[in-house]
């Protein structure tokens, strides 16, 4: 059966209800429909559902049908409202990139006539799609046209002329107008009529330098949210670490930043050079560079600068743009006012020095208040003496001039971005120089209380810095690409050395640490992409690259490729520049430029340390800072020769000095020479012997000679006097390494990797004492623990080549465990990388020469041998290798020039011996061949090969008892071989003792029965 589901019918009480809910809301709708227009507003009905048009309705009540109809009502009397068009937001840029904006009060009504069509356009809306877009084109079309430069009255009478048609256009009576105009200042207007809106320039850069930042202390603060600017570049770009140049003095380093070049090219060395008119030693100044500079660069291009304190730019160099010098407030010495007012090449141009001059701030007007921003627990002075008070006054400076050169940074900025804008900001280094020691954890001999005083401050600076970044950053914006560099880093924690950290305690540098900092973002910048370990040498060519400028080839840095974003990098392809470009306005001089401020700078600088006492009034016969500075540089490099030879002409002057002596010493053990080094430090340590660096050296060189007793007196003395040296503690390893000691030498390379995180040599060593484990766990049978060591020795490399890309040894070690374990294709790509980051390694190429012969591959194996010996040519196990390769392709000649060229290289080299002993054997020179597998054997007494080679050159001979005595001390050292039985039975066979002949067959059985040719031997022996 189907059931049917029935709809029961409203009955008339539904009905009713309906029908009276229906007009009660019509009835609504009438009343809400009435609308009253007053007498002071302008009232217009209008429809977004019907096609009428608009009324302009009397006053008094109209009926407006909610939802079909609308109105919009407007003031009918005149308005006055205050106007700004960029100030708080987007600036409004002249066609020169400059930035305006301006601000006043007007007075408007709407005309009735075209009230209908002012509607139709902007509803109620009448600021945001009328009066505002108005106002901001009728002032841009004004500063198009220059208007706005000259005076009030005028640039007001444009504006308003401009102004006036298109409000009247839309409807709108404009009855009051006034203006005032906010641009860039006066002297920067007429150098913008010079400058060129960066014709060719792919884009804008920020360079910003933060003097010793360190991101050991950035990340703490980026961790807690305190460093929000950087942050934010970070999110939107990519971090590394900058590798820093020797020496790390701020002229020198800050040099190569801007040129891209190492110290000996670019000719900035140190603090000083001598004036040669009058034998006196002034502070350096930019003449002495030899090489452009990016602001150099850029101006040939014909590219706008801005360049804010960067050091060694005195006298300002002529460029397209601005250049404010170092000298504005010697920011390093305090010089604030004893550098005078005089313009004296402060600034180019000349004339914007007298409008900086209110933007001076001395360290007199820092007051308590501000102070109390970066030390809180900071007492009232006058109850800070000694050496407190001296901080108190040194911070001063300090931030005197980090907040003059700031507000110059940002009073330029008023002038538009340039194609490169470079500040630089040196409070990161100085602070950290004054109260790094006060941070945790406590330093023995530092008080609490003053920890508590001084501890915060280097964090507060370093906020500080961040937020000054923001204001630098809200100039240029999201268009511009930005970098934050800093020159080296700086040692804190347990890396603190135990030396004065103030630079005037004289051993100020030993606090730098070898990396800074670097991060990057902007339109050509790859988020995330990373920049590995760069060097301070490659910013220049990265920024001319970020430009889409060629990069000149006397560069010494290299372009951050993988920092840059690809389709950039398709759009502007890097391009090196193959021939010098010649620069017409680079004052390259022999001396420096003398000024009146050069003797208060001088008495600045002794009174820091960073000259001796007397060096003031001294005539100089020669320049021995300079000297040992280059000789710094060039033993960075390698040329320990060179060096050597200004450091005699820097003794020549003070035959005393003690830095140049160090230096001596380091030279003279580089090239082998340790026998004129050691008198030299023991001269050292005779007048300063609280000098630990010294003994390290020395402790050094007594190893060198095989004195280890020696060795561990020095390296206890130098720990004494810093007992977290991690260099004494690497060198105190070594040695327990040496001795046998392993546990210990493990302990102290520990600890050296703990102190200093960034040792790649503690966790190279570290590496090397596992796989002694492992060579000494094989030995005993202990495979398990030989696989576990070999797995931490691999570790170990692995965090060495993370700590320092560029120490090649950990990526050799490694390489050759990858060897040793059957791994040869990863050797040979870690033997490649290593090669990239490296190219001229001696060591890499004939190790990877190594891998490619024992693989068969020979004309690659001679490729790689010839690298080696062409990056050193007094390399013997590359010539050595060069010869086997030689050898094994035919070249029996040139197989023998190579061994010959080893083992004069190194006499007591055993391979090279016993190898040209070989191929003289092979050729039938016997009597040579017998002279180098004896040289051989008296190098290493148990070398096997040469005993079985002699043992075969005496058979061929027919000196049999010389073959017999020969083999038997074979079989003394190594019984366990059955082929040197097999040999000595060969030669009693010989010599017809079949008996003795019998007896080493059947021992070389017992030791190797699988034999079957010697088997039947000694059954065709048998009676």
Same mark, same amino acid.
């Given at each position: 059966?189907?059931?049917?589901?029935?709809?029961?019918? #409203?009955?008339?009480?539904?009905?009713?209800?309906?029908?009276?809910?229906?007009?009660?809301?019509?009835?609504?709708?009438?009343?809400?429909?009435? /609308?009253?227009?007053?007498?002071?507003?302008?009232?217009?009905?209008?429809?977004?559902?019907?096609?009428?048009?608009?009324?302009?309705?009397?006053?008094?009540?109209?009926?407006?049908?909610?939802?079909?109809?609308?109105?919009?009502?407007?003031?009918?009397?005149?308005?006055?409202?205050?106007?700004?068009?960029?100030?708080?937001?987007?600036?409004?840029?002249?066609?020169?990139?400059?930035?305006?904006?301006?601000?006043?009060?007007?007075?408007?009504?709407?005309?009735?006539?075209?009230?209908?069509?002012?509607?139709?356009?902007?509803?109620?809306?009448?600021?945001?799609?009328?009066?505002?877009?108005?106002?901001?084109?009728?002032?841009?079309?004004?500063?198009?046209?220059?208007?706005?430069?000259?005076?009030?009255?005028?640039?007001?009478?444009?504006?308003?002329?401009?102004?006036?048609?298109?409000?009247?256009?839309?409807?709108?009576?404009?009855?009051?107008?006034?203006?005032?105009?906010?641009?860039?200042?006066?002297?920067?207007?007429?150098?913008?009529?010079?400058?060129?809106?960066?014709? +060719?320039?792919?884009?804008?850069?920020?360079?910003?330098?933060?003097?010793?930042?360190?991101?050991?202390?950035?990340?703490?603060?980026?961790?807690?949210?305190?460093?929000?600017? $950087?942050?934010?570049?970070?999110?939107?770009?990519?971090?590394?670490?900058?590798?820093?140049?020797?020496?790390?003095?701020?002229?020198?380093?800050?040099?190569?930043?801007?040129?891209?070049?190492?110290?000996?090219?670019?000719?900035?060395?140190?603090?000083?050079?001598?004036?040669?008119?009058?034998?006196?030693?002034?502070?350096?100044?930019?003449?002495?560079?030899?090489?452009?500079?990016?602001?150099?660069?850029?101006?040939?291009?014909?590219?706008?600068?801005?360049?804010?304190?960067?050091?060694?730019?005195?006298?300002?160099?002529?460029?397209?743009?601005?250049?404010?010098?170092?000298?504005?407030?010697?920011?390093?010495?305090?010089?604030?006012?004893?550098?005078?007012? /005089?313009?004296?090449?402060?600034?180019?141009?000349?004339?914007?020095?007298?409008?900086?001059?209110?933007?001076?701030?001395?360290?007199?007007?820092?007051?308590?208040?501000?102070?109390?921003?970066?030390?809180?627990?900071? #007492?009232?002075?006058?109850?800070?003496?000694?050496?407190?008070?001296?901080?108190?006054?040194? =911070?001063?400076?300090?931030?005197?001039?980090?907040?003059?050169?700031?507000?110059?940074?940002?009073?330029?900025?008023?002038?538009?971005?340039?194609?490169?804008?470079?500040?630089?900001?040196?409070?990161?280094?100085?602070?950290?120089?004054?109260?790094?020691?006060?941070?945790?954890?406590?330093?023995?001999?530092?008080?609490?209380?003053?920890?508590?005083?001084?501890?915060?401050?280097?964090?507060?600076?370093?906020?500080?810095?961040?937020?000054?970044?923001?204001?630098?950053?809200?100039?240029?914006?999201?268009?511009?690409?930005?970098?934050?560099?800093?020159?080296?880093?700086?040692?804190?924690?347990?890396?603190?050395?135990?030396?004065?950290?103030?630079?005037?305690?004289?051993?100020?540098?030993?606090?730098?640490?070898?990396?800074?900092?670097?991060?990057?973002?902007?339109?050509?910048?790859?988020?995330?992409?990373?920049?590995?370990?760069?060097?301070?040498?490659?910013?220049?060519?990265?920024?001319?690259?970020?430009?889409?400028?060629?990069?000149?080839?006397?560069?010494?840095?290299?372009?951050?490729?993988?920092?840059?974003?690809?389709?950039?990098?398709?759009?502007?392809?890097?391009?090196?520049?193959?021939?010098?470009?010649?620069?017409?306005?680079?004052?390259?001089?022999?001396?420096?430029?003398?000024?009146?401020?050069?003797?208060?700078?001088?008495?600045?600088?002794?009174?820091?340390?960073?000259?001796?006492?007397?060096?003031?009034?001294?005539?100089?016969?020669?320049?021995?800072?300079?000297?040992?500075?280059?000789?710094?540089?060039?033993?960075?490099?390698?040329?320990?020769?060179?060096?050597?030879?200004?450091?005699?002409?820097?003794?020549?002057?003070?035959?005393?000095?003690?830095?140049?002596?160090?230096?001596?010493?380091?030279?003279?053990?580089?090239?082998?020479?340790?026998?004129?080094?050691?008198?030299?430090?023991?001269?050292?340590?005779?007048?300063?012997?609280?000098?630990?660096?010294?003994?390290?050296?020395?402790?050094?060189?007594?190893?060198?000679?095989?004195?280890?007793?020696?060795?561990?007196?020095?390296?206890?003395?130098?720990?004494?006097?810093?007992?977290?040296?991690?260099?004494?503690?690497?060198?105190?390893?070594?040695?327990?390494?040496?001795?046998?000691?392993?546990?210990?030498?493990?302990?102290?390379?520990?600890?050296?990797?703990?102190?200093?995180?960034?040792?790649?040599?503690?966790?190279?060593?570290?590496?090397?004492?596992?796989?002694?484990?492992?060579?000494?766990?094989?030995?005993?049978?202990?495979?398990?623990?030989?696989?576990?060591?070999?797995?931490?020795?691999?570790?170990?490399?692995?965090?060495?080549?993370?700590?320092?890309?560029? =120490?090649?040894?950990?990526?050799?070690?490694?390489?050759?465990?990858?060897?040793?374990? +059957?791994?040869?294709?990863?050797?040979?790509?870690?033997?490649?990388?290593?090669?990239?980051?490296?190219?001229?390694?001696?060591?890499?190429?004939?190790?990877?020469?190594?891998?490619?012969?024992?693989?068969?591959?020979?004309? /690659?194996?001679?490729?790689? =041998?010839?690298?080696?010996?062409?990056?050193?040519?007094?390399?013997?196990?590359?010539?050595?290798?060069?010869?086997?390769?030689?050898?094994?392709?035919?070249?029996?000649?040139?197989?023998?020039?190579?061994?010959?060229?080893?083992?004069?290289?190194?006499?007591?080299?055993?391979?090279?011996?016993?190898?040209?002993?070989?191929?003289?054997?092979?050729?039938?020179?016997?009597?040579?061949?017998?002279?180098? $597998?004896?040289?051989?054997?008296?190098?290493?007494?148990?070398?096997?090969?040469?005993?079985?080679?002699?043992?075969?050159?005496?058979?061929?001979?027919?000196? $049999?008892?010389?073959?017999?005595?020969?083999?038997?001390?074979?079989?003394?050292?190594?019984?366990?071989?059955?082929?040197?039985?097999?040999?000595?039975?060969?030669?009693?066979?010989?010599?017809? /003792?079949?008996?003795?002949?019998?007896?080493?067959?059947?021992?070389?059985?017992?030791?190797? +029965?699988?034999?079957?040719?010697?088997?039947?031997?000694?059954?065709?022996?048998? #009676?």
């Amino acid at each position: 059966m189907r059931l049917r589901t029935m709809m029961k019918a #409203p009955d008339g009480r539904f009905r009713s209800r309906a029908l009276a809910g229906l007009v009660l809301a019509l009835a609504a709708w009438f009343v809400l429909g009435w /609308e009253q227009v007053p007498q002071g507003r302008l009232v217009v009905r209008d429809s977004s559902w019907l096609r009428l048009t608009p009324r302009v309705l009397s006053p008094g009540w109209h009926w407006i049908p909610p939802v079909l109809l609308t109105t919009r009502s407007l003031p009918r009397d005149e308005v006055m409202e205050a106007w700004e068009v960029g100030l708080a937001g987007s600036p409004c840029l002249s066609p020169e990139g400059a930035r305006w904006g301006g601000a006043g009060v007007l007075v408007w009504q709407v005309n009735e006539s075209g009230l209908v069509r002012l509607v139709e356009r902007a509803g109620e809306r009448i600021a945001e799609k009328v009066m505002g877009p108005a106002l901001r084109s009728a002032f841009s079309q004004a500063l198009a046209h220059g208007a706005l430069a000259g005076s009030h009255a005028q640039a007001e009478d444009a504006v308003r002329g401009i102004l006036g048609p298109r409000l009247a256009a839309d409807g709108i009576d404009l009855v009051e107008f006034t203006l005032d105009v906010s641009g860039p200042p006066a002297e920067v207007v007429r150098l913008l009529g010079k400058r060129r809106h960066n014709p +060719g320039a792919a884009a804008r850069l920020l360079l910003v330098g933060w003097d010793g930042a360190d991101w050991n202390l950035l990340d703490p603060l980026l961790a807690r949210g305190e460093m929000p600017h $950087l942050a934010g570049l970070l999110k939107r770009g990519t971090r590394g670490r900058l590798r820093t140049v020797m020496p790390t003095l701020s002229p020198v380093v800050w040099t190569s930043i801007a040129t891209g070049t190492l110290p000996a090219k670019h000719g900035i060395i140190d603090f000083l050079a001598v004036d040669r008119t009058t034998g006196i030693k002034i502070p350096v100044t930019s003449n002495l560079r030899k090489m452009p500079a990016l602001w150099t660069i850029l101006d040939k291009r014909g590219l706008d600068v801005e360049i804010v304190a960067w050091w060694a730019t005195w006298p300002a160099e002529v460029v397209r743009g601005t250049l404010v010098t170092d000298r504005i407030s010697y920011q390093l010495f305090g010089m604030g006012e004893s550098l005078g007012r /005089e313009p004296e090449g402060k600034t180019w141009p000349p004339e914007l020095f007298d409008s900086l001059q209110g933007l001076i701030v001395r360290p007199q007007d820092i007051t308590r208040a501000d102070v109390l921003v970066y030390a809180p627990d900071l #007492p009232h002075p006058s109850e800070l003496e000694g050496e407190d008070a001296d901080l108190l006054a040194e =911070f001063k400076t300090v931030l005197a001039a980090t907040e003059t050169y700031h507000r110059i940074a940002l009073y330029l900025a008023r002038a538009g971005t340039p194609a490169l804008k470079a500040v630089y900001y040196e409070a990161t280094d100085t602070a950290a120089h004054l109260f790094m020691p006060f941070m945790a954890p406590l330093r023995p001999g530092i008080h609490p209380q003053r920890a508590k005083i001084w501890g915060g401050v280097l964090e507060a600076v370093y906020r500080d810095l961040d937020r000054r970044l923001g204001e630098l950053l809200d100039t240029v914006g999201r268009e511009t690409s930005v970098m934050v560099v800093s020159d080296h880093g700086f040692r804190s924690g347990k890396n603190r050395p135990n030396a004065d950290a103030r630079i005037g305690g004289g051993r100020a540098a030993e606090w730098h640490r070898k990396y800074g900092v670097l991060a990057m973002a902007g339109p050509g910048i790859r988020p995330g992409g990373g920049t590995g370990d760069a060097s301070v040498l490659d910013i220049a060519p990265t920024v001319l690259a970020l430009m889409g400028l060629p990069v000149p080839e006397t560069m010494d840095g290299r372009v951050l490729i993988q920092a840059l974003n690809p389709a950039f990098l398709a759009r502007y392809p890097v391009l090196v520049q193959n021939r010098r470009p010649s620069y017409s306005n680079l004052p390259v001089s022999s001396g420096p430029v003398a000024s009146g401020a050069d003797a208060a700078i001088l008495e600045r600088l002794e009174s820091l340390g960073y000259i001796g006492p007397g060096e003031v009034d001294r005539l100089v016969q020669g320049d021995v800072s300079a000297s040992n500075n280059r000789a710094v540089s060039l033993l960075a490099v390698g040329d320990a020769q060179a060096a050597l030879a200004e450091i005699e002409t820097g003794l020549a002057v003070e035959p005393r000095s003690v830095a140049l002596l160090i230096n001596k010493a380091r030279a003279l053990r580089v090239l082998g020479r340790d026998e004129e080094a050691m008198p030299v430090l023991l001269a050292v340590l005779a007048a300063r012997p609280d000098l630990a660096p010294v003994e390290n050296l020395l402790g050094n060189l007594y190893m060198d000679r095989g004195d280890l007793d020696a060795a561990a007196r020095s390296f206890a003395r130098g720990l004494e006097l810093d007992p977290d040296s991690s260099d004494l503690l690497l060198s105190r390893g070594l040695l327990a390494e040496r001795q046998g000691e392993l546990e210990d030498a493990q302990a102290d390379f520990k600890r050296a990797s703990e102190i200093d995180p960034d040792s790649a040599e503690a966790h190279n060593n570290i590496g090397n004492i596992h796989r002694r484990q492992a060579f000494h766990a094989r030995v005993r049978g202990d495979e398990q623990a030989a696989t576990a060591a070999l797995a931490a020795a691999e570790q170990a490399y692995r965090d060495g080549m993370a700590a320092d890309r560029e =120490f090649i040894g950990s990526y050799n070690n490694l390489a050759l465990i990858y060897q040793d374990t +059957g791994r040869p294709e990863q050797a040979m790509a870690l033997y490649k990388r290593a090669l990239e980051q490296v190219p001229e390694q001696a060591v890499v190429h004939n190790n990877l020469g190594s891998l490619y012969f024992a693989s068969g591959q020979l004309e /690659e194996a001679r490729r790689e =041998f010839q690298e080696a010996i062409d990056s050193d040519g007094e390399y013997a196990s590359a010539w050595n290798n060069l010869g086997a390769v030689l050898g094994r392709l035919g070249q029996g000649s040139e197989e023998l020039e190579a061994y010959r060229r080893a083992v004069g290289l190194d006499p007591r080299y055993a391979d090279g011996a016993y190898n040209l002993g070989l191929a003289l054997l092979a050729r039938g020179q016997l009597d040579e061949a017998e002279a180098f $597998l004896h040289r051989a054997l008296g190098i290493q007494d148990d070398y096997m090969p040469a005993l079985e080679a002699l043992a075969e050159l005496y058979m061929l001979e027919e000196r $049999l008892t010389d073959a017999i005595e020969v083999l038997n001390r074979a079989v003394r050292l190594n019984p366990s071989l059955a082929t040197l039985h097999n040999h000595l039975a060969n030669v009693w066979l010989m010599a017809g /003792e079949e008996e003795k002949a019998r007896r080493e067959w059947e021992l070389s059985l017992a030791l190797n +029965g699988g034999q079957s040719r010697i088997r039947r031997q000694l059954q065709e022996m048998s #009676p």
